[in-house]
């Protein structure tokens, strides 16, 4: 059973910056891809960025220059360094791990919210 631990989340002011951590409960080497999705009230889940195995990432175009993923392989942990944050990226955040047999794993989300 694949564990997911989101922290990090919080309420900061619009400029602010945050960062996000998930912890998984096997070597994240194990995984196809890691990521994060959010998704707002009434909104989709969208993705915010990923990484491969091979550390190649991707990034929505929201999170572009803004938005950083990381990985502690020593820690099995992938963070989301987010700058610069804006009201619209008030949502929750939730990590995503896609395992070698293409099943998705998820955590159970951590609020992310921007507000003056």
């Known amino acids: 059973q694949v564990q997911l631990v989101e922290s990090g989340g919080g309420l900061v002011q619009p400029g602010g910056s945050l960062r996000l951590s998930c912890a998984a409960s096997?070597?994240?080497?194990?995984?196809?891809?890691m990521g994060w999705f959010r998704q707002a009230p009434g909104d989709q889940r969208e993705l915010v960025a990923s990484?491969?195995?091979?550390?190649?990432?991707r990034y929505a175009d929201f999170a572009k220059d803004r938005f950083i993923i990381l990985r502690d392989a020593t820690k099995d942990t992938v963070h989301l360094q987010m700058n610069n944050l804006k009201p619209e990226d008030t949502a929750v955040y939730y990590c995503?791990?896609?395992?070698?047999?293409?099943?998705?794993?998820w955590g159970q989300g951590t609020q992310v919210t921007v507000s003056s």
């Open positions: 995503n791990a896609i395992d070698s047999r293409d099943i998705s794993h």
């Open positions: 096997k070597n994240i080497f194990s995984f196809v891809s």
């Open positions: 990484l491969t195995q091979l550390g190649s990432p």
